[in-house]
Structures are given as structure tokens and as C-alpha cells.
């Protein structure tokens, strides 16, 4: 299903997207670095309690709003004429990896929470390892996003040109005949 007009807004669609996600990961990354340092501040301490602050204003004030306007523009592409090819593996990949980000938004709100109450039983290690969850997370949607749908599909036909021009064959490495485009 698609949206007609949509296809008129898809450049600034595209532009605000690109915009919620940037913001949406600066504190997807930074949140876990806050509980990292947080964690050597003992409760009650004012030190705790400035970090409470920062965590709390990083959260409602840019994480919340980012993430929604990141699915809701994100949602707009999808259902923008002609972007999205549903037979592709990328963007099943991509929406596979937006979802894990969701789920470590929702778990992050949780420990926040927790360190608010003062009740954080969590390690400085542990905070430090859920910080490279939305690394990889961002490399693969970026690769699957961008280099993915033109750069691999793209080599691979590139590969059979040469053969088919050294050879002098028809379709020898064509092989994957699903892939869109080849012969
Ligand atoms: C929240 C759910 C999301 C949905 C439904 C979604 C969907 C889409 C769609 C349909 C496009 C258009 C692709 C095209 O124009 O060919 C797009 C573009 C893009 N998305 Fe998302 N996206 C989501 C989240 C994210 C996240 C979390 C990231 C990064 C971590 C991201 C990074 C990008 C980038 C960089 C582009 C531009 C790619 C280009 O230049 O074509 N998206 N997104």
C-alpha cells in the first residue's frame, strides 16, 4: 500500500528522517555512557543526583521525541510510491535491526528508572557493553540502507559485464537469476 501524494514530499520525508535518526542514536549512545559514570557516583550523592537530571532531560527532551518522529517518517517512506521494494532482503534486515533499537530504547527507560529510585544493581561493564548494541545495529542499517540495494546488487552485475565481455558467454556467472536486474 502506498500514498500518492507522498511521493511529491518523499526529498523532505527523506531529510527528516535522516535528521530523527541522527538524533535518535546520539542518544542511544550516550544515555549508556551517562549509567556508565553513574555508576561509580554513590546514591543520594549529589553527583547522582546531577546525573538523575541529565539522564532524565536526554530521555523525554531528545530520545522520546526523536525515536517517535524517526518511525514516523520512517513509516512515511515505506509508504511512499516506488521506495521500497518488498521482495529485497534489505530493508526486512533494516526493520529487524529498527526493531532491536526500539526494544533497547524501551529496556534503557526501565534502567534509568531503576537508578533514579536509587535502586541500580547493574554494572559500570555492563552499561559499557549495552552501549555497543546500537553501534552495530547503526553499521548494519546503514550498510543494508545505502550501500546495500545499489552497491552489492550493483557489483554483482557489474562482475558478470566483465565476464560476459572476457568470455565472450551469455548468462555463465548468472547464477542468481533473482537477483532484480540480471539477464
Ligand atoms: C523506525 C523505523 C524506520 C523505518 C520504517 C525506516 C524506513 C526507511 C525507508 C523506507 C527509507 C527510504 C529508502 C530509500 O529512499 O531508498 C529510509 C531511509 C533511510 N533510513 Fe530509515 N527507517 C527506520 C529507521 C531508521 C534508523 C534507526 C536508521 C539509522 C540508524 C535509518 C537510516 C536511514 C538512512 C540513512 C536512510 C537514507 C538512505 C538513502 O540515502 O537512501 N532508518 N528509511
Redesign the pocket.
Known sequence: MTIGFLGDLYPWT?AL??IA?VA??AGLLYLPRLFVYHCAAPGGSETSETFKIMERRLLRGIMNPAMIA??LF??S??LTPG??DWSAGW?WV??A??AG??VQHHLLTRWLEAFRADSNTRSAGFYRAMNEVPTV??VV??VM??AF?KGVVGMWEALQARYRQRTGKGAALNRASHVEGAE
Do not use: D, F, R, S
Open positions: 527523506k528522517h535522516i535518526v535518535w542514536m524517526t518511525w520512517g513509516i517512506l515505506l521506495v521500497v530493508i533494516k526493520l535491526m529498527v533499537l526500539t545495529a547503526l542499517i546503514v540502507v545505502v540495494p
